[in-house]
T-cell receptor, first 115, second 116 residues
Framework: AQKVTQAQTEISVVEKEDVTLDCVYE???????LFWYKQPPSGELVFLIR??????QNEISGRYSWNFQKSTSSFNFTITASQVVDSAVYFC????????????FGTGTRLTVIP | EAGVTQSPTHLIKTRGQQATLRCSPI?????VYWYQQALGLGLQFLLW???????NRGNFPPRFSGRQFPNYSSELNVNALELEDSALYLC???????????????FGNGTRLTVT
């Protein structure tokens, strides 16, 4: 079974603070893919990153960075020097090789950046 | 390139009626996914269509159905609407690369369905 847990329902930070959004996943597949999506107030989900299970390299893209650790089944997302425009709901998602290619989403973390 | 487009943006129906939601994928994408996002419940997988066929469905009753047309656009139909069907319905598309569907899903802005 595939499962994604985002334990943090809501987080509030003051602008310019760093913030880490946690994601823990469960899968029995040896090959799988992890994703992060951002859902701003407008509603559409914006793709941020995909990581496959064979690539444990951490990735940095501007103020965003992702820490993938297979040993703890986690794929955490850090925003450095947060900005008000980062306010959104962030979803972590998992796709395994079984399960007919469904993308399983966590329940999301609502991030509010206070100016 | 145009993104995934969904219509209508908002839809208001009464209990027992039927709702039809439409989705046009990104050009070149053959797979369409439907998700329901009810308040506080995250995204729940509804249906997956690829190359005109239903490939998989989530844990929803049969009154949720749909189809994919030859041009890869898709419809989601919800019959006998219930109050708890009120939600944001998101459509996403992707394409197969080398036999794999692991490219990211691209989402539309959604249709907000309100059942009164």
């Amino acid at each position: 079974a595939q499962k994604v847990t985002q334990a943090q329902t809501e987080i509030s930070v003051v602008e310019k603070e760093d913030v880490t959004l946690d994601c823990v996943y469960e899968t029995r597949d040896t090959t799988y893919y992890l994703f992060w999506y951002k859902q701003p107030p407008s509603g559409e989900l914006v793709f941020l990153i995909r990581r496959n299970s064979f690539d444990e390299q951490n990735e940095i893209s501007g103020r965003y960075s992702w820490n993938f650790q297979k040993s703890t089944s986690s794929f955490n997302f850090t925003i450095t020097a947060s900005q008000v425009v980062d306010s959104a709901v962030y979803f972590c998602a998992l796709r395994g090789q079984t399960g007919a290619n469904n993308l399983f989403f966590g329940t999301g973390t609502r991030l509010t950046v206070i100016p | 390139e145009a993104g995934v487009t969904q219509s209508p943006t908002h839809l208001i129906k009464t209990r027992g009626q039927q709702a039809t939601l439409r989705c046009s994928p990104i050009s070149g994408h053959t797979s369409v996914y439907w998700y329901q996002q009810a308040l506080g419940l995250g995204l729940q997988f509804l249906l997956w269509y690829d190359e005109g066929e239903e490939r998989n469905r989530g844990n929803f009753p049969p009154r949720f159905s749909g189809r994919q047309f030859p041009n890869y656009s898709s419809e989601l139909n919800v019959n006998a609407l219930e109050l708890e069907d009120s939600a944001l319905y998101l459509c996403a598309s992707t394409r197969r690369i080398g036999g794999s569907y692991n490219s990211p899903l691209h989402f539309g802005n959604g249709t907000r369905l309100t059942v009164t």
